[in-house]
């Protein structure tokens, strides 16, 4: 008999979890795929979290996770870790998402080995070497080396194919729309102390990446003084990143306020549930800006730049930067406008997909293993 193509699976962040989860899922039920998942380790608390959501057990852990790690640390304790996976499991193709150390790392790893990547969430750029860092690199890395490039959007696609990508890109739709697809019957009431939200707007912060760690820390953090100084009836509830350091500088910066409740990571379910019944997000997070549309939410981006430009064109996302009055007046304006938002973004549809990529990406892989 002959013997079934093994598929690895490669992730370490909560956010590779989210979008690889209902991809695992169908590769799991096909009974001709020996489908293996490795956990790098990148994000422990937060990857377990979603992997028990989604019922999804790994078959190794490389376990990197260190105090103060770094990406130095990540790259080699990853390309150290899949070469005995390979060696012990080889696959006949490996999957990565999106542009972490982790998927950077792992297509390092296969390509060493002369494996195939599929690359999940190919495409993406914003042109700026260090915004976001590391990632724009890691993501154009990444698809110097995948044979199959699943591009969300026709706009990521493009970016493939100017950058003369070898491979096939295929336009699939982000997976992130899969999961809420997914997990949306198991949404939560999300109760905390200090909002209410019958009376209250509340606006749903988080904040997380590397450059926006310095001074622009300090900026932001002013920008959300004055949020609640022009705003009574506004409440702020900020999910912290769990780096201890990011946390203490937040709520040094931020100090007590009656209306700055301050939370560890939210479950992913928990954190849907308050995407929905938010009335804004401020947030430098990529996927947010994808939950966003799929909840037709107004998101106001905390950075220079951002590769999902798709929720800008429609109107949902707008770029803001790290400007205090800026932040302020902006949010003061979408605050306002709210029913007038709602109204004009209802009907537009999602420009991340129609909770349909797994499927495409799956057959497409079948295609690729030739079965
Ligand atoms: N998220 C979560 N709980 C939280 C904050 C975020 O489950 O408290 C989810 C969020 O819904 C999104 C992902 O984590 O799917 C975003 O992760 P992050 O902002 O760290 O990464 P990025 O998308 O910017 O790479």
Redesign the pocket.
């Known amino acids: 008999m002959a013997l079934k193509p093994r598929v690895t699976f490669v992730l370490g962040t909560?956010?590779e979890v989210?979008k690889l989860a209902v991809v695992i899922m169908r590769f799991k039920e096909s009974q001709d795929i020996e489908t293996r998942v490795v956990l790098s380790g990148q994000h422990r608390d937060m990857a377990n979290q979603v992997m028990n959501l989604f019922e999804i057990k790994e078959n190794r852990n490389i376990d990197l996770m260190s105090h103060g790690q770094n990406l130095s640390h990540i790259t080699s304790s990853v390309l150290n870790g899949l070469k005995i996976e390979f060696k012990e499991f080889p696959p006949k193709l490996v999957f990565v998402q999106?542009d972490t150390a982790t998927a950077f790392s792992a297509s390092l790893a296969a390509f060493y080995e002369q494996i195939p990547v599929a690359h999940v969430e190919a495409g993406l750029r914003t042109n700026n070497w260090l915004e976001p860092f590391p990632e724009e690199m890691y993501r154009r890395l990444i698809s110097q080396i995948a044979h199959l490039h699943f591009a969300p959007t026709y706009c990521s696609a493009l970016n493939l194919n100017s950058a003369g990508v070898l491979g096939n890109i295929l336009v699939t739709g982000n997976t992130?729309i899969d999961a809420i697809d997914y997990i949306s019957s198991k949404l939560p009431r999300l109760a905390l102390k200090g909002i209410d939200w019958t009376v209250q707007k509340v606006i749903l912060i988080?904040v997380?990446r590397r450059e926006n760690r310095g001074e622009r820390l300090g900026q932001i953090a002013s920008g959300i003084r004055k949020i609640l100084e022009s705003n009574n009836d506004v409440v702020l509830l900020f999910?912290l990143h769990p780096d201890p350091e990011l946390g203490k500088r937040i709520r040094k910066l931020l100090g007590n306020h009656s209306r700055i409740i301050f939370t560890e990571?939210?479950e992913?379910n928990f954190?849907?549930a308050a995407i929905r019944d938010c009335s804004l997000i401020l947030t430098d997070?990529?996927?947010?800006q994808e939950?966003a549309c799929a909840f037709a939410k107004p998101v106001l981006v905390l950075r220079e730049t951002t590769e999902r430009n798709e929720a800008v064109k429609i109107g949902i996302a707008t770029l803001v930067g790290t400007n205090p009055v800026t932040i302020c007046s902006e949010t003061t304006r979408v605050l306002k406008d709210l029913e007038c938002f709602n109204t004009k973004v209802k009907r537009i549809p999602n420009p991340f997909g129609d909770g349909k990529s797994s499927k495409r990406i799956f057959n497409a892989s079948r295609t690729f293993l030739e079965l």
């Open positions: 909560r956010p989210i999106g992130v988080t997380h999910p990571p939210l992913y954190f849907l997070s990529g996927s947010i939950e």
